[in-house]
């Protein structure tokens, strides 16, 4: 019994670990995701994380292959510009296809 317990103790923890997009162990907001043509690979994914990971507004990011789309997550109170996003992910070789930005609910 004790040891069916642990097991599914285990396989709890699985889906929000697998979740964490970052270091820290945080998940990815999605400030901003971009739909980019010519990601096709690893490299392609590692290489935007390099280029963004660099910049001080930007908390992380997630490139989604199977989707084409770059999930940016911006630190608080920090803002990136479409124009210098897709001179980033230009300036890697990659297209930007769209920019979408959630839209902020007020109440």
Known sequence: ??????????FALIPATASANHADG????KD?????????C???ARALEKVFGKRDEVHGIHVDLSAGEVAIDLNDNQNMSDEEIT???????Y???KINRPEIVSE
């Not at 019994?1 to 285990?10: D, E, G, N």
């Not at 901003?32 to 096709?40: D, F, K, P, Y």
């Open 87 to 93: 001179a980033l992910i230009t300036d890697a070789g």
């Open 26 to 29: 945080g998940t990815l907001q």
């Open 32 to 40: 901003v995701a971009v739909e980019v043509n010519g990601l096709v």
């Open 1 to 10: 019994m004790k040891s069916l317990l642990t097991i599914l103790a285990i």
């Open 42 to 44: 690893d490299f392609c």
């Open 95 to 97: 297209n930007v296809v």
